[in-house]
């Protein structure tokens, strides 16, 4: 794993122990939803993301370590109930998409189709031309495999890193200052790409009504 990618998810580990230690009711606690809320959630992640890593300072490497397995626990689960997302988007034969690391893949089905479209970060470009490849498929239509510039397997497209990006179409890239993740937590932006590639399947000649969508991130 690379530095930065583990670097961000100590991050994002350690605001769910702040989380977690501030609203802890002892070994009683019951596991309602009218304690732990998403509103609540959000709002103590936000008022402990700028000190918490100040205060991990304070700990052993075997202290840190501890917290982080712990806390990995609990990304898996969330990890899990994004496996469920994946598994309900796509028809039931198609396997799931290799999603690029540095990038993601926003997906929607539309009758027992699925189609993703590719995107990088800032700062990253796609290996393989695709300014007019916008999406990728699979379906019935396509033997329940994905069609790809690769050859075989799953994976739809790579983002390396670059200083330019021009491989592929502008609306493939992320804007800069908001990955993929930034996005995927964001409903109103997430609505903005959604409905860009909504159009850009119709401009495709893909009328039927969108059944649902995802946002996959590497």
């Known amino acids: 794993m690379k530095f930065t990618t583990m670097s961000r ?21 019951s596991c309602s939803s009218s304690e732990f809320t998403y509103e609540q959630i959000d709002k103590q992640l936000q008022a402990m993301k700028n000190c918490f890593e100040t205060i991990s300072i304070t700990w052993t490497s075997y202290q840190n370590a501890n917290i982080f397995n712990q806390l990995q626990t609990l990304t898996d689960i969330i990890q899990k109930q994004l496996n469920e997302e994946l598994r309900r988007l796509l028809p039931a034969n198609c396997p799931a998409p290799d999603v690029p690391e540095d990038g993601g893949l926003l997906c929607i089905s539309v009758k027992n189709k699925v189609y993703c479209k590719p995107m990088c ?62 996005i995927k937590s964001d409903e109103q932006l997430m609505g903005n790409i959604t409905k860009i590639f909504q159009s850009e399947l119709v401009m495709a000649g893909i009328t039927q009504s969108l059944e649902s969508s995802s946002l996959l991130c590497g």
């Open 121 to 182: 970060n800032a700062g990253y470009d796609f290996s393989f031309i695709r300014r007019s490849r916008l999406f990728e498929e699979c379906s019935s239509a396509t033997q329940d495999k994905w069609t790809t510039q690769f050859i075989g397997g799953n994976r739809l497209a790579i983002c390396d890193k670059s200083r330019i990006a021009v491989s592929g179409a502008p609306s493939a890239y992320f804007p800069e200052g908001q990955d993929c993740q930034n």
């Open 9 to 29: 998810t100590w991050k994002q580990l350690c605001l769910l122990f702040a989380f977690l230690s501030t609203t802890a009711h002892g070994n009683n606690s």
